[in-house]
């Protein structure tokens, strides 16, 4: 991000990974994860009580579930800050508020059919002043939930992690393009531009 110190994230077997142009492709079960508390994302996003999860994947199959992570802030398979997973043909936001359980549902679930194996860009919005979330997929509005109240309950020791829950038993396969958080909504007319601008 270039804000603050950087928030490293270690691949835990290299082995299982490859690197094809503008991406990483994780091919069999590891993790990629941060050595420690990601403060900094946990701080920014409780400051706004707001989030933006915005990922460019290229899942390997429609079969995956658990849901199976891409990215999260979490613990364990109980309770997370936020997840953005797969659920077979759906992709699964659960995003822990005052008002959700500790492990972020009702989750917000797209549509079955939305998640493919193409590269897509999926976006995931949650705004404080209404509660509302949204998640789009190539641009396109999919889903509205809501997850009313604060971030304030969110746990402050959970580290980030890619492709895995941290207990190693929530695998995801696929190519990873890009992966942002933002401490804010976008609004929809940047998510366009940013589906426009490609991974």
């Given at each position: 991000?270039?804000?603050?110190s950087?928030?490293?994230?270690t691949?835990?077997?290299?082995?299982?990974?490859?690197?094809p142009a503008?991406?990483?492709?994780?091919?069999s079960?590891t993790?990629?994860?941060s050595?420690?508390?990601a403060?900094?994302?946990?701080d920014?996003?409780?400051?706004t009580?707001?989030i933006?999860?915005e990922?460019?994947?290229?899942?390997?199959?429609?079969?995956?579930?658990?849901?199976?992570?891409i990215?999260?802030l979490?613990?364990?398979?109980s309770?997370?800050?936020?997840t953005?997973?797969?659920e077979?043909?759906?992709?699964?936001?659960?995003?822990?508020?005052?008002?959700?359980?500790?492990?972020?549902?009702?989750?917000?679930r797209?549509?079955?059919?939305a998640?493919?194996?193409q590269l897509?860009?999926?976006?995931?919005?949650?705004s404080?002043?209404?509660?509302?979330?949204r998640?789009?997929?190539?641009?396109?509005?999919v889903?509205?939930?809501?997850?009313?109240?604060s971030?304030?309950?969110?746990?402050?020791?959970f580290?980030?992690?890619?492709?895995?829950e941290l207990?190693?038993?929530?695998t995801?396969l696929?190519?990873?393009h890009?992966?942002?958080?933002?401490?804010?909504?976008?609004?929809?007319s940047?998510?366009?531009q940013?589906?426009?601008?490609?991974?």
């Open positions: 991000s270039g804000v603050g950087p928030l490293n994230l691949i835990q077997n290299t082995n299982k990974v490859s690197r503008g991406a990483l492709s994780v091919n079960s993790i990629i994860k050595d420690g508390p403060s900094k994302v946990i920014s996003l409780r400051a009580n707001e933006t999860i990922a460019w994947v290229n899942p390997a199959n429609t079969t995956q579930d658990g849901p199976s992570r990215v999260t979490s613990a364990n398979t309770v997370r800050n936020f953005l997973g797969q077979n043909n759906a992709y699964d936001i659960r995003l822990r508020t005052t008002s959700t359980s500790p492990n972020g549902t009702p989750s917000l797209t549509p079955n059919g998640l493919t194996t897509t860009h999926v976006v995931y919005t949650r404080h002043s209404s509660g509302v979330t998640a789009y997929i190539n641009g396109v509005l889903k509205t939930g809501n997850a009313p109240s971030f304030s309950n969110w746990d402050q020791s580290r980030l992690a890619l492709a895995n207990t190693l038993n929530r995801w696929g190519e990873l890009l992966v942002a958080i933002y401490d804010r909504d976008l609004t929809p940047e998510v366009i940013n589906f426009n601008a490609g991974p």
